[in-house]
């Protein structure tokens, strides 16, 4: 293998940059010749790359987003598009491709590989963590300080106007990102799409609270469970308390990576290009019980990860 290609695609996460670095670092040490392509599968489409070295890749382990840039590719699963791109690794002698984003890029690789002797590998790199066959993926530990940041500063405002404050939160059609911020945040309810969200128990819940004294509160809201501001009003209406609503947003998404996720991207990375160099074909790279691993990129792509629901129950024990 003498050249390599590297694509960021979907929503950016923080630590995309750092897993660009060691990508290019790890595999210009084995003297492969590395391709960045812009804007994610576009770039393969529109053969537009630029050439990675060790030194052009310097200075961005602390960036958030991806100095690639990055796109959801619609268009990327029509026929002709896999073969545009197909061609365009062809004519560069892409012989590998590591894809750096979530569970769509890796359906998109997936759908490429079937046309192509390029190999893909995955490195998971999404906010939502809900990417199956890794325990967490790249972004996830930044998204989940930023939100926790966010919510600290919210609960100050909450107590001082004993006020229910609803914040949503990121994580697309899944909880992890609700669940993992709402246990560090003390939150006195979570809601998550795995479970229904019944607001009735929610309402019992802030009534119960007000009753041992507790006026103030934190909802945290996945945004896969729908629309909140319903949900907001209803508790108003039943419990007397005063509810505002915040939704965090793509402030998630930005800012410094943390140590963790630019230490997770390196592991990755180093990973992935060692998968490469062994022609492995189509994989994803993870993290299973604190190693490294890799799977296959067809059984991460068909598989839903699972969230674990104990710890709905223990956030509960822990909101008394
Ligand atoms: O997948 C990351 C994510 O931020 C999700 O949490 C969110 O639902 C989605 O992307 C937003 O997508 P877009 O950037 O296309 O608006």
């Known amino acids: ?120 590998v995955g490195v998971p790199a999404t906010i939502d963590n809900d990417v199956f066959g890794t325990d967490e993926t790249i972004g996830f530990d930044t998204a989940v300080n930023t939100a926790v940041d966010a919510i600290d500063k919210i609960r100050d405002t909450a107590i001082s106007h004993e006020r229910i404050f609803i914040v949503e939160v990121m994580g697309r059609k899944r909880g992890f990102l609700a669940i993992t911020v709402g246990i560090t945040v003390g939150a006195e309810v979570i809601l998550i799409p795995e479970t229904a969200c019944k607001t009735d128990e929610v309402v019992e819940v802030i009534k119960e609270n007000a009753r041992k004294g507790k006026k103030a509160g934190i909802i945290v809201a996945a945004e896969g469970c729908g629309k909140v501001s319903e949900v907001a009003k209803e508790i108003e209406e039943k419990t007397g308390s005063e509810v505002r609503l915040t939704i965090l947003g793509y402030v998630q998404r930005g800012g410094t990576p943390t140590a963790r996720s630019r230490f997770l991207a390196s592991l990755f990375a180093e990973k992935a290009v060692d998968l490469l160099c062994q022609n492995q074909r189509n994989k994803v790279v993870g993290l299973q019980n604190g190693q490294v691993t890799s799977m296959d990129l067809e059984q991460s792509c068909c598989m839903t990860k699972p969230l674990d629901l104990g710890l709905m129950k223990l956030a509960e024990m822990l909101a008394t």
Do not use: Y
């Not at 590395?34 to 960036?63: A, C, D, H, M, Y």
């Not at 987003?65 to 002709?80: A, M, N, P, V």
């Open 1 to 120: 293998m003498k050249t390599i290609g590297v694509i960021t695609s979907g929503g950016d996460a923080p630590g995309m940059n750092a897993a660009i670095r060691a990508v290019t670092r790890l595999a210009h040490g084995r003297n492969l010749e590395v391709l960045g392509f812009e804007k994610g599968w576009e770039g393969l489409l529109t053969n537009k790359f630029r050439r990675l070295t060790p030194r052009s890749v310097g200075g961005i382990i602390q960036l958030g987003g991806t100095i690639l840039h990055t796109s959801r590719s619609l268009d990327f699963k029509r026929e002709q598009c896999l073969e545009q791109a197909a061609a365009n690794l062809k004519l560069n002698n892409v012989e590998g491709l590591v894809v750096i984003g979530g569970d769509g890029s890796f359906r998109g690789a997936l759908d490429l590989s079937k046309k192509t002797d390029t190999i893909m």
